[in-house]
Every structure is written in C-alpha cells, then in structure tokens.
C-alpha cells in the first residue's frame, strides 16, 4: 500500500525534502511518538511515506478523524485508526488506542498535535492538551517533534518539506507538570519550524535532501515542443524548469 501513495505522491508533486540538519535520531529501543504541526491534507501521506523511508524498523500508526477514514478507507490498511475528536469518548477512545499501540516496542504513533489544519507560521502552535497526557501512558517512549511545510519553488508541483528535532524522553517530559509539559512540546517543535522556514525561503536545494521525487516540467503540448526542439538541438531533454533555463 506505500506503494500507492508514492505514486500517487509523485504523480501531484514535485518532491519531499528533508533538511540536512533535520534527520530523524532515535533511540535505538522503545515505541516512537513523531508529533507533527498540521498544514495541509497531504499530512497523512508525509507521514506514511516518512515512516517507511525513515523509520523501517517500526510499525507505525495514526489517528484520523472517524469521517475521513469512511471517506479515505485505504489509510486503515496502513495503520490508521478512526476517533472523534469532539467528543470525550472519543478522546477516551484515541487515550486506549494508543496505549495499546504504544506497548510495543517496536511501533511509532504520528499525531498531527494540532488537531485542526493551521498555518506552518501560526504560534503558539496551540497543541491539543492530549498531547501532553499522552506523554504518561508510555514511561519508555521517545518522543520526537516533526515540522512540515508545504511550498513552490520551480516547478509546477508543490515541494514538500520536513524537519526533526531533537529527541526526548518521556520519562524527562513527565516530571514536568502537564501545562509546563505542552508548552516544552510546542517550544520545541516550533523551533524546528522557524529553522526550516529559513530552508524554505532560501530556495537552496543543497540545504535539504530529497527523499522522493515527483514529475517535473509541464506536460502536454508546450513539454512536446521542448523535447522536439531539444532532440533537434542534439541535446537530452530536461523537463525541469531548470533544464529549460539552462
């Protein structure tokens, strides 16, 4: 099934980069929460794609609104699960669910912690309380902030750009009282934010790398005119906005 969001990945955009300093460290036992910020739709295929190119290792899981996943069946065969995010009993059930995920130590749980779609500039982050609660449900988790953010650069398609932070302990997280708890959680992935933001505006490819790579160029008519005009110069065809510069 990852098989099919990569394609479907590479067929509407044009890459997934991953800054230099932004690599995933993670401790080599012990279950995994990747808590991200919540930009856009394509969220979820980040996270899958990210999970099986970053984190092969673990089986990784994650929650997803009860009437999206009726809509998006296919994310269930992947690990997805459905809640409620309006409801006490549907936090109560996301609570177990993730207790049961996380007693294995070899399974990760990716959260959109913002738990609503908001700007990759918006602070404070305004992370959902349940964040901070899940912390206790898993003494030996490590728990790793991921920033995501979505721009154009040269080509048609949108760039998808991603971003770790430093890892942290869950049993260091729980001395802290709850409320001090959930600002360290956006502290931190806010930080990793504002650090990627600089890579994106830079526009410098060196800075990040490309984990997947979509189709670039156009397509259609004006892509057939530049790889007859090429193949009569003698040349290769590029159909990269670069190439077409060059």
Known sequence: MVSAFRRYFTRHMNALRIAGWGQPMVAPKGPLIVYSNHPSWWDAAIYILAADRLFPDYESYAPIDAG????????????????????????ADFMKASARILS?????????A???????????????PGIARLIEISPDCTVIPLAIEYGFWLERGAEAFIAF????????????PRPARLQRL????????DRLSEDVKARDPARLRTLLE?????????????????????????????????
């Open 165 to 176: 932070g430093n890892p942290m302990r869950s049993a260091d997280l729980r001395e802290l």
């Open 214 to 246: 979509g189709r670039a160029g156009i397509g259609g008519i004006y892509d057939g005119w530049r790889r007859l005009t090429s193949t009569l110069r003698g040349r290769a065809f590029d159909p990269s906005h670069e190439g077409h510069r060059s």
């Open 68 to 91: 999206m996943l009726k809509r998006y069946g296919i994310f269930r065969r992947i690990g997805a699960f459905g809640i409620d995010p309006g409801s006490r009993r549907g936090a």
């Open 114 to 128: 913002q738990g609503r779609f908001a700007d990759a500039r918006e602070r404070p982050l305004g992370l959902k």
């Open 186 to 193: 956006d502290g931190e992935l806010a930080s990793v934010l």
């Open 104 to 112: 294995s130590p070899d399974r990760a749980l990716w959260i959109a």
